[in-house]
């Protein structure tokens, strides 16, 4: 800053020394520090503010700055940077006189990262309030019929023959399986969302194996179910995600579309691949591009068939967790078909063909 008075007079040493001290406190300082003159034009930055800019002083001085000042202000801008980043910046401004002209002085500090953390930290406590306000709404329903199912069966008065009583159980234990598949899904949802990144334990997983051991658990739906899986198919997955991702894909299936429920399963350069096909409708398609978007249900199947829209949401957050990827292939004709592609595990052997499987 130019001083007041030449410097071989008191009064300019006075003033040389005053904008001595001033160049140290801006250029010590951890804030960004730029003085603007009364017509906005950047006078003076400290080394602080070269980086917020990620321009050098030489290019800024003489400069527009580009904010609104306003002396006493405290408020937020917004930087765009020379390759076209962006950063938060809080800015403080202060005003004092330079030769009589006005002078204001802007502390910057960069806010760029917490204000990122406020914002995912906005959003993990919204998905929370939508995933509590799903919960319940989900798990009324169920609860209700099975609380009056169990009001008839402890009712003395009523008399119940053999095969109505054994239908009721039956009632409450299919609500029993529904509330037991939406805390599961409810509770993984939790989980990717806690975990945020990779899956920590991946192994090596026989392909086959894992999809009959599954198939096998589809409550006499599997003589509906086709396989058919390359020999010696090993995946790298965490095996309980994998079984997850196939087990949705499967539920999905049945609950959306019609058998037979095709499952197949083979190599491609490095990866394993597995389909599960159906025989249903299909997806609308104008619904695809949110198939596998968290909560989404297409419009009018909520009317008869009950979900959460979470499975297809996990599939695919699981599978990129794992290194792989998930996606729906829409068909000429009836059905839908989905993706799963993970990664093979090293050592995984050649097959000479497809291993077919009747369950």
């Not at 119940?160 to 037991?180: G, S, Y």
Request: glycine share 12%; charged share 25%.
């Amino acid at each position: 800053m130019r001083a007041e008075g030449e410097p071989g007079t008191g009064a300019g040493r006075e003033a040389a020394r005053r904008d001595g001290i001033s160049e140290v406190v801006v250029s010590a300082s951890a804030d960004g520090v730029v003085a603007v003159d009364g017509r906005g034009v950047i006078k003076l930055c400290n080394p602080a503010a070269e980086s917020l800019f990620a321009r050098p002083a030489g290019e800024l001085v003489g400069t527009p700055f580009g904010f609104p000042i306003v002396a006493g202000a405290s408020t937020t801008i917004d930087l765009v940077l020379p390759g076209g980043g962006r950063r938060v910046v809080e800015m403080r401004v202060s005003a004092t006189t330079l030769d009589g002209a006005p002078l204001y002085v802007a502390a910057l500090r960069d806010v760029t990262r917490s204000r990122h953390a406020e914002r995912e930290m906005e959003a993990a406590l919204e998905r929370q309030s939508v995933l509590v306000a799903m919960a319940a709404h989900e798990l009324h329903s169920p609860l209700a019929t099975i609380s009056v199912l169990v009001g008839v069966l402890r009712d003395r008065l009523t008399a119940l023959a053999e095969d109505r009583r054994a239908e009721i159980v039956d009632r409450i234990a299919d609500r029993t399986a529904r509330l037991q598949g939406l805390v599961k899904k409810l509770l993984v949802a939790s989980r990717i969302d806690a975990r945020g990144g990779a899956s920590a334990s991946l192994e090596r997983v026989p392909v086959l194996a894992l999809v009959v051991e599954l198939v096998g658990e589809q409550d006499g739906r599997a003589g509906d179910v086709r396989l058919s899986c390359e020999p010696g198919l090993v995946a790298l997955a965490d095996r309980q995600e994998f079984s997850v991702m196939v087990g949705n894909y499967l539920e999905n299936a049945f609950a959306y579309g019609r058998p037979p429920v095709e499952v197949s399963a083979s190599r491609r350069a490095g990866w394993v691949l597995l389909r599960v096909r159906d025989h249903g409708p299909g997806v609308p398609g104008a619904f695809v591009p949110r198939l596998f978007d968290r909560f989404a249900r297409e419009p009018g199947v909520e009317r008869v068939t009950e979900g959460t829209g979470l499975g297809l949401w996990i599939v695919r957050r699981l599978a990129r967790a794992n290194g792989g990827d998930a996606w729906y292939e829409a068909r000429d004709g009836d059905g839908a078909r989905f993706h799963l592609r993970l990664r093979r595990a090293p050592g995984d052997p050649g097959g000479r063909g497809p291993e077919p499987v009747r369950p």
